[in-house]
């Protein structure tokens, strides 16, 4: 059974940064794909950045390009989530997700999701 476990959030100020980690575990994950969405209060889970787990490809929504950078260790079966120039609209739940196969930016395309950790960014 694959199992997802995010960590990493916190509160931290505009500007700042934070790494996310997504540790993956129940096989292997050649063929796969990771995500990270995030949910606002009020607001639906949205795609935030994804990764090839074999190719490396990363896709980014517009919203977190230039600011975030998405990783894999596939040694250690990892995919961080790194967040720079924070901002206070980036405060969300922020969830781990993963697919057989290639990209996809709706939630209803993933199998398996994390609990999920609070990033909250302070103006």
């Known amino acids: 059974q694959v199992q997802l476990v995010e960590s990493g959030g916190g509160l931290v100020q505009a500007g700042g940064s934070l790494r996310l980690s997504c540790a993956a575990s129940?096989?292997?994950?050649?063929?796969?794909?990771m995500a990270w969405f995030r949910q606002a209060p009020g607001k639906e889970r949205e795609f935030v950045a994804g990764?090839?787990?074999?190719?490396?490809?990363?896709h980014y929504a517009d919203s977190v390009k230039g600011r975030f950078t998405i990783s894999r260790d596939n040694a250690k079966n990892t995919v961080y989530l790194q967040m720079d120039s924070l901002k206070p609209e980036d405060t969300a739940v922020y969830y781990c997700?993963?697919?057989?196969?290639?990209?996809?930016?709706?939630?209803?395309?993933?199998?398996?999701w994390g609990q999920g950790t609070q990033v909250t960014v302070s103006s």
């Open positions: 997700a993963i697919r057989r196969g290639y990209y996809g930016s709706s939630p209803d395309r993933y199998d398996t």
């Open positions: 129940g096989r292997t994950f050649s063929g796969y794909y």
């Open positions: 990764i090839s787990w074999s190719a490396g490809s990363t």
